[in-house]
């Protein structure tokens, strides 16, 4: 035999014997280990009972079981390996089970240690129910019980349906979620519920109806029952119309947006940041719920500011503004859940085209008056929605508004770019909400400005020019932002990002001439026409700074603390609040919570 063969003999030989040791250390070897462990545990069990034969069951047919854990605390035996691993074996589902039969005792062990796992049978019977799972039911509509088609168990085979629990009653006076449980042990004591999900639901319109029967389809007054939910943003119902379809209206202002148009609503700025930027933001689930519907956009003079009904209509669209009639329609004794501090924009034209705008700030009623389209004062969306939307559950109140849409929120460990705008997070020891999301970033603005010890930070251009914002530039608002303001938030999970800043040519408007400048930085403020950038209840008395710029000297854009944006020449000594916008990093978690605004989510890395 030459050298040259038997290097090869050698070589195939070293190959077949590493092979060998392969597969032993990676499948009979953890298999082996197992199995001891398997004997041990089952010893240990054993050894319990006949220590503890109080414990053993007394009744014919009757199971008990020990756990893993109890053994190891009460030190029957010392902690089971996951082979290859220094993690334990189940503590608690790892169980020696005991059974009286004819009068013995028969010993069932289940182990588990990671991927292995004794083959006993563990799990119950599997139960197969007649219909769905989830059921829907109108309001006042008898709920039927279905029943169970079949119980099938390993151990002990086809079993009796009536043995089976059934618990859980349905109201379906109540609009609600209820559930029906069904309940079975197999003869070794493992146990199988399962739930049928019943939603009893009302159309919105039949709801709506219900409760403005007496004050022509509108809700009226100081209303404290037609709160409803959309998208993660509280809106108020307004009215039911004569086909079947219900008008909502944002309970809040969500942003500052300045009119300017030709004399209608259609084409104006308003116009286009709600339909294609606002209505571009809400989930899927919820466009559908809407339908396209005419506002009023009618002329009213300055003395006709008390009208009722509407004379003119715009074209069909998707989101629109409310009107004066609206505002009308649901006072009672001059009050109305649509009051507002700050100046609101409404859908009519006054005197000269100029649109109308209210405010509660002054005394009843309410000043309403034309302003200049080019100011920028708040937007409140109002929506239509279809006639066949649904009350799946809640009573219209704050505290539980309507809700149209089953939603499932965030997951522990689940990435956080997988929520929803709208939505409240709690991070740093402030709340903010989902502004905007993509495939990179998610996008989070605060609900309250920023503070020190309870204090507003307070600052200004500190005689910096024409007072536009640059984070390159010190002395600038946007340079204290990034190098100083930043001591007192965390920005550990933020991730650094192109900034634009908008300078206007003349006017800051939604559709006005501009240029940008980029920056790289990691937290920045809103634009005037973010959404969630209005001063919300949240927000504390001060007001803050917008990033929006123009190439006017010392011309600004700043929430004033009444809730209107003034837009105007800033002195070198106007100071102002700063709320933080900020992109996560693509990579954070959820760490707990359910977004809302009481259980906001908590997050990580």
């Known amino acids: 035999m030459t050298r040259k063969k038997i290097i090869k003999i050698g070589v195939i030989v070293l190959v077949v014997i590493i092979v060998i040791l392969i597969v032993f250390f990676a499948y009979f070897y953890p298999r082996q280990v197992f199995k001891n462990n398997e004997a041990t545990f089952d010893e240990a069990g054993k050894r319990y009972y006949q220590i503890n034969q109080n414990y053993l069951p007394d009744q014919e047919g009757r199971v008990l079981a020990v756990s893993l854990g109890t053994l190891i605390r009460q030190d029957y035996l010392d902690d089971l390996k996951i082979p290859y691993s220094n993690k334990v074996c189940d503590l608690e589902n790892s169980t020696v089970k005991v059974i009286k039969k004819d009068g013995e005792y028969q010993y069932y062990t289940y182990l588990k240690c990671g991927r292995y796992e004794s083959n006993i049978d563990h799990e119950g019977p599997v139960i197969t129910l007649n219909g769905n799972t989830k059921v829907h039911l109108n309001r006042g509509d008898e709920y039927k019980e279905e029943g169970i088609k079949s119980v099938i168990d390993d151990t002990d085979g086809s079993m009796k349906i009536e043995d089976v629990k059934i618990s859980g009653e349905v109201d379906s006076s109540k609009v609600g979620e209820y559930k029906i449980t069904y309940t079975i042990n197999d003869s070794l004591n493992n146990k199988t519920t399962v739930t049928r999900t019943v939603i009893v639901e009302e159309a919105l319109a039949s ?291 192109k900034v634009e800043v908008p300078i206007y040519n003349s006017n800051v408007t939604y559709k006005g001439k501009k240029s940008t400048k980029t920056y790289n930085n990691i937290i920045t403020i809103p634009s005037v026409f973010d959404i969630f950038s209005a001063k919300g209840e949240e927000t504390s008395d001060g007001g803050y700074w917008y990033i929006d710029s123009s190439n006017e000297d010392n011309v600004k854009t700043v929430m004033n603390p009444i809730g209107t944006v003034n837009y105007t020449a800033v002195t070198d000594e106007r100071t102002a609040g700063v709320k933080v916008k900020a992109y996560l990093k693509n990579d954070v978690i959820i760490t707990d919570g359910s977004g809302t605004k009481q259980n906001p989510y908590t997050i990580s890395n």
Do not use: H
């Not at 009623?365 to 080019?374: R, Y």
């Not at 460990?413 to 997988?418: F, Y």
């Open 207 to 497: 709801v709506v109806k219900s409760a403005t029967s007496n004050t022509n389809n509108y809700y009226k007054g100081l209303s404290d029952n037609n709160y409803v939910m959309f998208n993660n943003m509280l809106f108020r119902i307004v009215k039911v119309n004569d086909d079947d379809t219900v008008t909502i209206v944002s309970n809040e202002s969500l942003s500052s947006v300045d009119y300017t148009n030709n004399g209608r609503f259609a084409g104006s700025s308003l116009d286009t940041w709600l339909n294609d930027y606002f209505y571009n933001l809400l989930e899927k689930k919820y466009q559908n719920l809407i339908t396209s519907s005419t506002w009023c956009d009618d002329k009213l003079a300055s003395d006709n500011y008390s009208a009722t009904e509407c004379s003119r209509r715009s074209e069909k669209i998707k989101v629109g503004i409310l009107s004066i009639q609206d505002y009308n329609n649901t006072l009672d004794n001059n009050m109305s859940y649509l009051d507002s501090r700050a100046l609101t924009w409404y859908a009519n034209m006054g005197d000269d085209n100029k649109p109308w705008t209210l405010t509660s700030l002054y005394d009843y009623p309410l000043k309403a008056e034309p302003m200049n389209q080019e100011y920028l004062f708040n937007v409140r969306p109002a929506l239509t929605l279809k006639k066949n939307t649904k009350v799946l559950s809640g009573d219209g109140t704050v505290n539980n508004p309507y809700i149209l849409i089953e939603t499932s929120k965030g997951r522990k460990n689940s990435n956080i770019n997988e929520r929803e705008v709208g939505e409240y997070i709690n991070y740093s020891g402030y709340t903010w909400r989902i502004a905007s999301k993509d495939n990179e970033n998610v996008t989070i603005i605060m609900t309250d400005v920023l503070k020190n010890d309870d204090i507003e930070l307070n600052i200004g251009y500190n005689n910096d020019g024409k007072k536009v914002y640059n984070p390159n530039q010190k002395g600038n608002i946007g340079y204290q932002i990034v190098n100083e303001l930043t001591k007192y938030i965390s920005t550990d999970l933020f991730a650094k990002t």
